[in-house]
């Protein structure tokens, strides 16, 4: 009889974990073990539904998570951490769940539920690799999502993962810096730098209750419509 060949598929593998787990539960077992549970249920469950993922398992203090996409798996981990970091506001340093993330973009075998294989095992070791609070991924998921997600990466250079025959080019994630914004909308975003100058002074006069006018040598009366449309605006 012909041994049944593996299933096998290419998956985007996220791979969590707590750090220092070992420590939060010597100092409260039942407490951690509560806010796992939660947060589980209240942050994880539903930002991987949100990014078409699936948990493959949970293992005590970690989780494996598959996505068909590399860019949502990314996106998923960045929001992941910042959403655990907001649960933490109010909680004492030591009592704070911390998450680390390792994602690859690799062929895994199928057994069941399960994934098995070095596209699981790079995500595995990325995380280990990987700072507090922070998500690293490898060359692979890079490759896909560059250019495809509004994030910044920082190249780390090749490094030696544990029983892993070859190196392997990891990037830390992290988001770019935030715009000027007014009531959530980013000014730069949709006119002109010195259009959005121009606003912006008259938004800070409007603001301070001063009439519209020259600020810091920006003469804000000109503001109109038609130069916010003008993407080379007129000359000052």
């Known amino acids: 009889m012909a ?3 593996a299933q096998r598929r290419l998956a985007a593998i996220l791979a ?8 939060l539960m010597q100092l409260d077992e039942a407490g951690t073990l509560t806010s796992l549970k939660a947060r589980l249920k209240e942050v994880l469950q539903p930002l991987i539904s949100e990014y078409h993922g699936r948990i493959v398992k949970v293992m005590g203090d970690g989780v494996l998570v598959e996505f068909a996409s590399a860019v949502n798996a990314v996106t998923c981990a960045v929001e992941l951490q910042e959403a655990m970091d907001a649960a933490n506001r109010d909680i004492p340093d030591d009592r704070r769940i911390v998450l680390r993330i390792g994602i690859n973009l690799g062929d895994v075998m199928v057994e069941g539920q399960d994934l098995y294989g070095d596209g699981v095992n790079i995500a595995a070791r990325l995380e280990a690799l990987a700072d507090a609070g922070s998500v690293f991924i490898s060359q692979t ?8 997600a509004d994030l910044d990466f920082e190249d780390l250079g090749e490094r030696g993962l544990k029983n892993m ?3 392997v080019r990891v990037f830390r994630v992290s988001e770019p810096a935030p715009r000027a ?3 959530g909308v980013g000014v730069a975003g949709f006119v002109g730098q010195r259009q959005s100058r121009l606003l912006y002074g008259a938004l800070m006069a409007f ?3 001063r009439p519209i006018g020259t600020r810091q040598g920006v003469q804000v009366a000109t503001v109109s419509t ?6 080379e605006g007129s000359a000052a």
Do not use: I, Q, T
């Open 207 to 209: 603001a301070d209750g």
């Open 141 to 148: 998921v890079f490759s896909h999502v560059n250019g495809k």
């Open 3 to 5: 041994e049944e060949r």
């Open 16 to 23: 969590a974990d707590v750090v220092g787990y070992s420590r």
């Open 181 to 183: 914004r007014y009531r």
């Open 165 to 167: 025959a070859d190196p």
């Open 226 to 231: 038609s130069s916010l449309h003008d993407p």
